[in-house]
């Protein structure tokens, strides 16, 4: 069973910053894919973005130009970094964790709110 666990979350104003880290054991996470989602209260659960193996990523277009996602293989984590934070970021940010061996693999969440 691999444990995912989500944290930085927090109370920000609006055009701050935060960086959240999601963490996975497992000696393979260098092979796992780790996926950002959100779920902000009344909405949809929302993708927000992913990054694989190779380092490849993939966000979301409504964050593209704000969040970065990148990971340190050697501490089992992948980052979320999230500048000019909206009012509209305010969600539970969750992290999951994929690999053919393991499955999905979802963290507990972390919240994150944006109001001044």
């Known amino acids: 069973q691999v444990q995912v666990a989500e944290s930085g979350g927090g109370w920000v104003q609006p055009g701050g910053s935060l960086k959240l880290s999601c963490v996975a054991s497992?000696?393979?996470?260098?092979?796992?894919?780790i996926v950002w989602v959100r779920q902000a209260p009344g909405k949809q659960r929302e993708f927000v973005a992913q990054?694989?193996?190779?380092?490849?990523?993939n966000i979301a277009d409504s964050v593209r130009d704000r969040f970065t996602i990148f990971r340190d293989n050697a501490k089992n984590t992948v980052y979320l970094q999230m500048n000019s934070l909206k009012a509209e970021d305010t969600a539970v940010y969750l992290c999951?964790?994929?690999?053919?061996?393991?499955?999905?693999?979802w963290g507990r969440g972390t919240q994150v709110t944006v109001s001044s």
């Open positions: 999951n964790a994929f690999e053919i061996s393991i499955g999905n693999n």
């Open positions: 497992g000696s393979n996470f260098d092979q796992y894919l």
């Open positions: 990054i694989d193996s190779h380092g490849d990523t």
